[in-house]
């Protein structure tokens, strides 16, 4: 009598057993993909299952030299190495690619009000934060110096020939707050070409989901403690979004007590204030990466309203420790705190 109920059973659970094993089968046996690579300063990882998952990594981390070779300000041959080199005295044809970045960052600059402004070259140079073996806080003259070559509204674009011109000598472009964000969408954006359904880029706090994670739920993404960086603050669930961080702990010195970090209010010449770290989540990564510099730059309480209006989640942790968020934000991504 057992037996014949245990066989019954056996019977009818098959074709059951059969179908959860074809539907689950790509995406619980099949190994990941992945190649790391250190590239635009910072260690990438770009992880992709699936059959296609082995030439879609492959393509998708050559992204990120690509992307360094046109709009790093450290390159003597980029573009906005080129531009910078002509400032006060000639237009600069740059590719398509640079052209774009910079109009969205010219946009975002104008948005912001000047909290982000992609011409922080002057500034960025003057602190060489992160670049110096013996950093200082700079002179205030050299400073007000500095400050006074920042200025969004002096940058000429012309799009018919794609063509730029920064209108004083000693102007700079940087494009540092948002040239990470872009590699990291155009990457994405190679796995999903291929057809990856499930993938993850990390590029060193900008991080694409591709999908959802292969056993069908949410990708978890940690988002960094800002005072102690081998550990997470906790972990938010997303599939198919764009994760991105900008930090005071990521490149940083500390003199006196103080932290000086590499993120400069174009307003006081100095660190910005207010905040430890800003998390923008957008479907966008460009977008993400250029949000979360200017939050970081506007501070909890007017980041928080800018990042409403375009309608982004942000999380922040402000300068004494505390989280603060968009309104929703824990409705819509589960959110676990670390340890
Ligand atoms: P992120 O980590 O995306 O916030 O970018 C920080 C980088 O953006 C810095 O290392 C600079 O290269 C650049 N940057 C710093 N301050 C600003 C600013 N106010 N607006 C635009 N870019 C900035
Ligand atoms: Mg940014």
Redesign the pocket.
């Known amino acids: 009598m057992f037996f014949a109920l245990r066989s019954r059973r056996a019977h009818t659970a098959l074709p059951l057993l059969f179908f959860v094993i074809a539907v689950t089968l790509p995406g619980c046996t099949a190994q990941p993909v992945s190649e790391t690579l250190f590239s635009m300063d910072t260690v990438i990882t770009v992880t992709a299952y699936g059959p296609r998952a082995k030439a879609a990594v492959a393509e998708a981390v050559r992204v990120f030299d690509h992307v360094d070779t046109l709009m790093s300000a450290y390159r003597n041959t980029s573009d906005v190495a080129r531009v910078n080199r002509l400032a006060g005295s000639g237009w600069v044809t740059v590719s398509s690619e640079t052209f774009s970045v910079l109009t969205s960052a010219l946009a975002m600059a104008r948005q912001s009000g000047g ?4 011409t ?1 070259g002057p500034l ?1 140079r003057l602190w060489g934060i992160g670049a110096r073996k013996n950093p200082a806080v700079p002179r205030p003259d050299a400073i007000r110096s500095a400050m006074s070559k920042v200025s969004y509204r002096r940058v000429k674009v012309d799009p018919v020939a794609r063509r730029v011109f920064l209108e004083e000598p000693g102007m700079a472009l ?1 494009l ?3 040239a ?2 872009y590699a990291a969408g155009k990457a994405a954006e190679v796995l999903r070409r291929h057809g990856v359904k499930h993938g993850l880029i990390d590029a060193g ?1 900008n991080i694409v989901a591709v999908g959802q994670h292969p056993e069908g739920r949410p990708w978890n993404v940690g988002i960094r403690n800002p005072r102690n960086t081998g550990a997470v603050l906790g972990m938010v669930t997303v599939s198919n979004m764009a994760v991105v961080t ?1 930090g005071d702990y ?2 940083y010195f500390i003199l006196n007590g103080r932290r000086y970090h ?5 307003r006081t010449g100095y660190p ?1 204030q207010g905040m430890r770290s800003v998390t923008i989540i957008a479907p966008s990564s460009m977008q993400a ?1 250029l949000m ?2 200017a939050v ?2 506007l501070g909890p309480e007017r980041g928080l309203r800018f990042a409403g209006r375009f309608e982004v989640d942000a999380l922040i942790v402000d300068s004494s420790g505390g989280l603060r968020t968009t309104p929703g934000f824990f409705a819509r991504y589960h959110w676990q705190p670390g340890q």
Do not use: M, N, Y
């Open positions: 909290a982000f402004d992609p922080i960025v940087d540092g707050g948002v990470k964000g706090g900008s990521e490149r590499h993120i400069l209010d174009p910005a990466d979360s510099t970081f730059v």
